[in-house]
Nanobody, 119 residues
Framework: VQLQASGGGSVQAGGSLRLSCVASGRAFENYAMSWFRQAPGKERDVVAAISRGGKYTNYADSVKGRFAISRDNAKNTVYLNMNSLKPEDTAVYCC?????????????WGQGTLVTVSS
């Protein structure tokens, strides 16, 4: 699976962005998907995850109520809608695919897209 993320950019605090991750190469619907982020000088953390069919989701505490993950299997795309952005959301965001929602290991990773939130 090849994963291509896009949608990053610069926004002021309180603003919104929508990230997209398009998959190609294998059946997208066979993979649970997640968004990760890595801020400068920090470790990579999972932000949000969604099951294969989209029924199940979970979020990092820091983004609950502000971010929403969704997917469109017909378009081979997973989205991350980010609202009420804060400067601490500044990071490189990337998407990843795993075989199941419970899998610990990720099979495929995409390149990152930079999100910068200014105060």
């Amino acid at each position: 699976v090849q994963l291509q993320a896009s949608g990053g950019g610069s926004v002021q605090a309180g603003g919104s962005l929508r990230l997209s991750c398009v998959a190609s190469g294998r059946a997208f619907e066979n993979y649970a998907m997640s968004w990760f982020r890595q801020a400068p000088g920090k470790e990579r953390d999972v932000v949000a995850a969604i099951s294969r069919g989209g029924k199940y989701t979970n979020y990092a505490d820091s983004v609950k109520g502000r971010f929403a993950i969704s997917r469109d299997n017909a378009k081979n795309t997973v989205y991350l809608n980010m609202n009420s952005l804060k400067p601490e959301d500044t990071a490189v965001y990337c998407c990843a695919a795993r075989n199941t929602f419970a899998s610990k290991e990720y099979e495929w990773w995409g390149q990152g897209t930079l999100v910068t939130v200014s105060s």
